[in-house]
């Protein structure tokens, strides 16, 4: 078997990415994603193509965020993991899967393939994570009534807000921010976030008790591929009153009002609570994503 070569593709031969079948429907969760030709790469092995790899970024970033497109063809999982371990760029990889792919016979077998060349390239497993859409047949999330929401122009109210969040978390990505950095690192990566999407800074929304206390924070925004749940969270103090949920339909209702057709959401697996709140504001499970990072570098 002769060695796989790596080929950089370009909008003459990006022809090429579609030449792997897709069996965990990749191309329909990428629909609304825009690739620049120049960041796909491919493995050929004897001049057939074994591996692709698409990186992503917003289109105004210089170089990638992450890798969100990343397939193997049978048997090829170091073809995969050359793809990976050369590129110039070492970003987080997302592996999307289709809802339920653990009990698939057809679709199990083509995730852990894709896994052990994540893994042989250098990546470790960071985090599960749901992936939910909202879409109005669901009807609009009931609203408690119990918070005051309101725009905060100040920053600093955010970062403070922020700091105290991540101090108690189940969210794996803000974790590993505070390991690497404490929390001024994991509530200015949130922050940096925030300010990446294109929608208005203005959206950016607070809520208080009616006697003014902070319970937390929601931020909606329109990414990329459309209108999302940019960030819910509850100060530690004020949890153990279900205002999670509070935050969540006040997120939905106001991207709904900017005209939004649907909302995306995510959470990671392991964040029960959270995810109880997507059920229960009409969020369905929609698929799933895998994420892991280069060893030894940020996320």
């Known amino acids: 078997m002769t060695d796989p070569v790596i080929h950089p593709l370009s909008a003459s031969d990006a022809h090429l990415f579609d030449a792997l079948p897709d069996p965990l429907g990749a191309r329909e969760a990428h629909r609304r994603t825009r690739f620049r030709p120049d960041w796909k790469r491919v493995a050929l092995r ?39 371990r050369s590129a110039p760029w070492q970003v987080e990889l997302e592996i999307n899967l289709p809802g339920g792919w653990r009990d698939e016979p057809g679709l199990r077998p083509a995730a852990e393939a894709r896994f052990s060349a994540a893994r042989a390239a250098g990546y470790e497993l960071l985090v599960e994570r749901f992936l939910y859409r909202w879409t109005p047949e669901r009807g609009l999330p009931e609203r408690p009534g119990r918070l005051c929401f309101g725009a905060e122009p100040d920053d600093t109210v955010f970062f403070d807000a922020l700091r105290r969040i991540h101090s108690v978390t189940l969210d794996a990505h803000a974790l590993k921010a505070v390991e690497e950095g404490g929390l001024d690192q994991a509530a200015q990566e949130e922050l940096d976030f925030f300010r990446w999407c294109p929608s208005p800074r203005e959206w950016w929304r607070t809520a208080h008790t009616p006697g003014g206390d902070l319970v937390g924070i929601h931020i909606p925004v329109h990414n990329p591929s459309g209108p999302a749940i940019g960030f819910i969270g509850v100060v530690p103090e004020q949890r153990g009153h279900g205002y999670a949920y509070d935050l969540l339909a006040e997120c939905t209702r106001f991207l709904v009002a900017q005209g939004a057709e649907f909302v995306s959401g995510a959470t990671d697996r392991g964040n029960f609570p959270m995810a109880a709140n997507f059920a229960e504001a009409g969020f369905p499970v929609v698929s799933e994503r895998v994420n892991f990072h280069p060893a030894g570098r940020a996320a």
């Open 46 to 84: 004897d001049g057939e193509v074994v591996a692709r790899g698409a990186w992503w970024g917003g289109p105004d970033d210089s170089e990638p965020v992450n890798i969100n497109w990343f397939d193997v063809a049978e048997g090829e999982e170091e073809a995969g993991a050359e793809l990976l």
